[in-house]
């Protein structure tokens, strides 16, 4: 009896670890064809024209970024696609306690119709500041945290340094996703004059 126990037991905890391990992973979107970081989502605004929504697409690349003219590789206004390459900062906590900043970079590309317009976020990758411990910039790719084998510790632990990049790229990624839904869904003023 007291072996069918720890069998039991043994089986919920082995089930919990793998559901946490699942749960952990699965909040980052993995496009399956490149098994790469991918955010993308097609958002509608039924009676809003590809016209307006280009023009709103390129005033936000404009305030997003110091030089959008630098950013952007890509302005169609006739098919209605933007794509820019940029970066910006992240931090997290480290091990002991200690702050971390490295340099994330990306894709963003925007494809425009009457009514709705689709944004992606791709193309992720790291480079780190130089230190006294890394005498130059080290580039990381997304996928260098994804794998289970990379996120986990042998005892089962998440890796701290693992954990703040896959935070710290969330929270970034997140917060250009609501700046770009919140530009693109300005109402008009009603009165327009100045």
């Known amino acids: 009896m007291k072996s069918s126990l ?3 037991l043994s089986i919920l905890l082995f089930t919990l670890y793998s559901y946490a391990q699942d ?3 699965s909040k980052l979107p993995i496009d399956s064809v490149t098994n790469k970081l991918m955010f993308s989502e097609v958002v509608k605004l039924d009676s809003t024209k590809k016209i307006e929504l280009y023009s709103r697409a390129r005033e936000w690349f404009v305030k997003t970024y110091n030089s959008a003219d630098d950013v952007l590789q890509m302005d169609d206004k006739e098919s209605g696609k933007l794509l820019g390459k940029a970066f910006n900062d992240i931090t997290f906590e480290s091990i002991m306690g200690s702050m971390f900043t490295t340099r994330m970079f990306y894709t963003v590309k925007i494809y425009i119709k009457d009514g709705r317009y689709k944004y992606e976020i791709t193309d992720i990758y790291y ?11 080290t580039t990381y790719p997304d996928d260098w945290f994804i794998p289970e084998e990379k996120v986990f510790k042998s005892n089962g632990k998440e890796k701290v340094i693992n954990k703040g990049y896959r935070n710290a790229t969330l929270e970034s990624i997140n917060n250009l996703i609501l700046n770009l839904k919140n530009s693109m869904n300005i109402q008009e003023k009603e009165n327009n004059s100045w």
């Open 23 to 25: 749960q952990v992973l």
């Open 6 to 8: 720890v069998i039991t």
């Open 127 to 137: 480079k780190s500041y130089a230190s006294a411990h890394v005498p130059s910039m």
